[in-house]
């Protein structure tokens, strides 16, 4: 019988921010893949059914994702286990359980391909994690692995130079799954009243269903978007020291990060969190961004999802946070206005001189 050179991809947790490295490779080995669809209320409901309410939405929604690809007919199903991406920078927990949890509460007959990545770890690193995807395929050929590897960096560098050119999150991705690297031209004169820094997980802001389209909402608000993926890492470490942190969560990257850099610059006007209830990571790091927002004094909203959050108070919510930030910034406007008419003054004085002088 011919092997199944496919693999289905569950759209959800790292997919969103590892997606076209995955594409690269295994597209360069001849791997098919097919993706589960995008989430739906019932991605959330299915997935939800399977686990304790307490459990955070993004796994809730990653496991309606597995079922999903069971109902397309998929067998073989990538759960990698991202136990820690650095030396000592480890992934919460149930990031790094993932291949048991889908195990435990999945009962069909699929075969789920569950490399391990662990750098703090002996012989744990990326090669053995990649050669750990392909083996279930018959691939174990050490230069092919390499060489597919290169191509997936390609990809997903391609993906990061246009994400860091300001491009919006969708049109980079599909340009670098085309194989295409396109830079827009920015506009330098045009600016926008607001900007805001959103700052989350790609697996809560980029699921267009978990967080409402939030960033097509906030454009048609005239509200400028800075995310972590259009920072380097350079400006993330930055940002985490800045924070006084150190490194231990492989997500504070993107959170503590993130937060730390566009408060440093100071060229937001505020920032905007996105939490999943019941994240027990995420709790103890908008504790520490909130208090920084403070010291800063820039405003912070916090929006905490899960399965039962509605649209009408989200956008509520939105709306009235981007409203108090284009007042605050028109007040500011305004009191510079001020400014700039006590700058006047000495035309007065010029007046003053000229009746000094008639006089
Ligand atoms: S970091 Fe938080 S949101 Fe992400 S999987 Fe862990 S508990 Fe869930």
Redesign the pocket.
Known sequence: MEKDMTIGIPRGMSFYNNYPFWYGFFSALGIKIILSDPTTKQTMSEGASLVVTET?L??KIYLGHILNLIHKGVKNIFVPSLQSIAPKIYN?S??RGLPDLVRNVIKADINIIEPTLDKSAKNQGLYHFLTESVKPFGITDFSKIKKASKQGWRVYNNFLVMMRSGMDYKKSMHYALSGKIFIEEQDKTKSSPINVALIS?GYNMYDERATMKIFDKLEKMDVKVYTALQLTDEQLDEGIASMGQKKYWA?EHEMIGAAGNYLKDNKIDGIISIN?FG????SLMVDRITRKAKECSKPLLVLTIDEQTGEAGFITRLEAFIDMLFRKKRSKIIDNISVAEYDYVPQTNICDNLITEKG
């Open positions: 955070c993004p796994i919460c149930k990031i997980h997500n999943a994240c027990g990571p995420d």
